[in-house]
């Protein structure tokens, strides 16, 4: 089970941070994601972290802006964003990988969480 | 190349066969997985790699590959299967990830 939590209502600029809790499966062995969906809109995979944190992944259109952690201690995932847009408002989904990611093999996202809402707005 | 082109919207009649693709030139080389969506729900994965069903998906969908081409078919479509559903995979060097836009299947 995957439960997202910390999203909101924000101004453009400001900064919010999301936090998935995990049960159900040994968190510190998989890689996690953060797969977000704007209003109507298609999916999109926004940051991806591998089992010991050493190494992310991050779509061009938040690089620089979002941080992408773990702390398998606590079974948790987290999404620091910052400098928020407009463009940014969407439900923030937690992923489990499953797969073969980190050697160019196959690989789904299997299960997710039921999303928080983030709204950029002035 | 970058993209993963489904057809928007397709419909079928109840109880008859659908199949929807995606395109894509990385599809030459990665597999590619496939998620259902319904109104208000979280994305669920109902086929990944070659033609695997995860627990719980009904043996009505399969997949398939060809070329540039991924295929998710549906043999016998019931109401449930309305939808929008992604397919997934890489790109052509294998480190982006990539959605398709995604195809709103109806069933009439």
């Known amino acids: 089970q995957l439960v997202e939590s910390g999203g909101g209502s924000v101004q453009p600029g400001g900064s919010l941070r999301l936090s998935c809790s995990v049960s159900?499966?040994?968190?510190?062995?998989?890689?996690m994601s953060w797969v977000r969906q704007a209003p109507g809109k298609g999916l999109e995979c926004v940051a991806n972290?591998?089992?010991?944190?050493?190494?992310?992944y991050y779509v061009d259109s938040v690089k620089g802006r979002f941080t992408i952690s773990r702390d398998n201690a606590k079974s948790s995932l987290y999404l620091q964003m910052d400098n928020l847009r407009v463009d940014d408002t969407a439900m923030y989904y937690c992923?489990?990988?499953?797969?073969?990611?980190?050697?160019?093999?196959?690989?789904?996202?299997?299960?997710w969480g039921q999303g928080t809402r983030v709204t950029v707005s002035s | 190349s970058s993209d993963l082109t489904q057809v928007p919207a397709l419909s079928v009649a109840l109880g008859q066969t659908v199949r929807l693709t995606c395109q894509g030139d990385?599809?030459?080389?990665?597999?590619s997985s496939w998620y259902q969506q319904k109104p208000g729900q979280a994305p669920r994965v109902v086929m990944y790699?070659?033609?695997n069903r995860p627990s719980g998906i009904p043996d009505r969908f399969s997949g398939s590959s060809s070329g540039n081409t991924a295929s998710l078919t549906i043999t016998g479509a019931q109401a449930e299967d309305e939808a929008d559903y992604y397919c997934?995979?890489?790109?052509?060097?294998?480190?982006?990830?990539?959605f398709g836009g995604g195809t709103r299947l109806t069933v009439l």
């Open positions: 992923a489990r990988i499953s797969g073969e990611y980190g050697y160019y093999g196959e690989y789904w996202f299997h299960p």
């Open positions: 159900g499966f040994i968190f510190s062995n998989y890689w």
């Open positions: 972290i591998k089992q010991d944190g050493r190494e992310t």
């Open positions: 990385s599809l030459r080389t990665y597999y």
């Open positions: 790699g070659e033609n």
């Open positions: 997934h995979s890489r790109d052509t060097t294998g480190d982006l990830v990539l």
